[in-house]
């Protein structure tokens, strides 16, 4: 460690240490050429003999100077130095390579994050690849599309294929979360739904049996974003309640950051409850399905043809 110390000490000192190296190496080489002159050798040849006792001097300078500090980092210096004197030079060819490597860097920083978000990071969840997205398939058209309450229940019951069965419909809805009234993506899911990724809440617990009954006015399970930019990051408002469409609903639980499904939802409600909410689906439903351990998954489960 005090090596390395010393050595980058020595970079702000290079200048003075190679004054010192000449001057000892002159001083040694004085000596040499004294010592022979001592031994009645000629004054000429006292210099060549010296010269050649000492060796080859740029080659100790470079070892010294090799010792003394990062060499590498030095010679770097010299070729940043000598690049931005000839980018100097022509400024018009600076320009344009300046934004060729802007363009680059960026368009590979861009391309790195998309693969590393969809092929290199995981999933969130608990058995990614177990988890299966469900459509119903329209006979006429062969066209694919959002599942039918009823179709669920029918795959629900019927199904051996899966572990679990979820559905969710997204859409916004008016909250009133303190004294401020705003516009949340709010999402209506299905009992199982938190049990298919296998994710737990960060603070709280998730959806109980009262609280998905049929008619009740549920229960709120607020995501992390929304728990920072609207309730301010306060941990005690779990059993407090907020207003989602004239309805006063109590949070129960608070999710992890990473959990955001489906993106984006602010506040996670059950389904079946007195809540309706304004979507783009049309009265569809979006799907999803936990493969059971096994792995196989019957065609005539994971797709339902319709006339």
């Known amino acids: 460690m005090r090596t390395w110390w010393w050595k980058l000490r020595a970079i702000g000192r290079r200048h003075t240490l190679d004054d010192e190296l000449r001057m000892e190496l002159d001083a040694h080489l004085q000596m040499e050429i004294e010592a022979a002159r001592d031994r009645g050798v000629p004054p000429r040849e006292a210099i060549e003999m010296a010269r050649r006792q000492l060796g ?37 060819f600076s320009v344009v390579a300046i934004g060729i490597l802007a363009i680059g860097i960026g368009g590979s920083t861009a391309v790195f994050g998309v693969v590393n978000a969809v092929m290199l990071k995981p999933l969130p969840f608990r058995d990614p690849d177990r988890i299966v997205a469900l ?19 029918d795959w629900h ?22 004294s401020d009234a705003q516009f949340a993506s ?30 009740s006015t549920g229960a709120a399970v607020v995501s992390h974003a929304f728990w920072l930019t609207h309730l301010g990051g306060d941990p005690s408002v779990l059993g407090t309640s907020i207003r989602i469409a ?23 409600i ?13 009265g569809g439903h979006n799907m999803l399905g936990t493969t059971a351990s096994s792995g196989s998954i019957q065609a005539r489960m994971a797709t339902r043809t319709c006339p």
Request: no cysteine; glycine share 4%; charged share 20%.
């Open 56 to 92: 080859n001097r740029a080659l100790i300078h470079e070892r010294s100077r090799d010792a003394w500090m990062f060499y590498w980092f030095e010679t770097l210096l010299q070729d940043l130095r000598g690049a931005v004197r000839s980018l100097r030079r022509t400024p018009a």
């Open 246 to 268: 004239g309805h006063s609903v109590p949070i129960i639980a608070i999710m992890p950051a990473a959990f955001q499904f489906p993106d984006p939802t602010d506040i996670w």
């Open 186 to 215: 709010v999402s209506l899911v299905s009992s199982e739904f938190f049990s298919i990724f296998g994710v737990e809440p960060a603070k709280g617990h998730l959806f109980q049996h009262e609280d998905t009954t049929p008619g």
């Open 270 to 282: 059950p389904a079946d409850t007195v809540f309706r909410i304004v979507s783009p689906n049309r």
């Open 157 to 178: 019951a019927q199904s051996a294929s899966f572990d679990a069965m979820a559905y969710y419909i997204t859409g916004q809805n008016v909250i009133k979360a303190h």
């Open 135 to 153: 459509r119903s398939l329209w006979r006429k058209t062969n066209e694919h599309g959002q599942v039918s309450l009823p179709d669920f229940n």
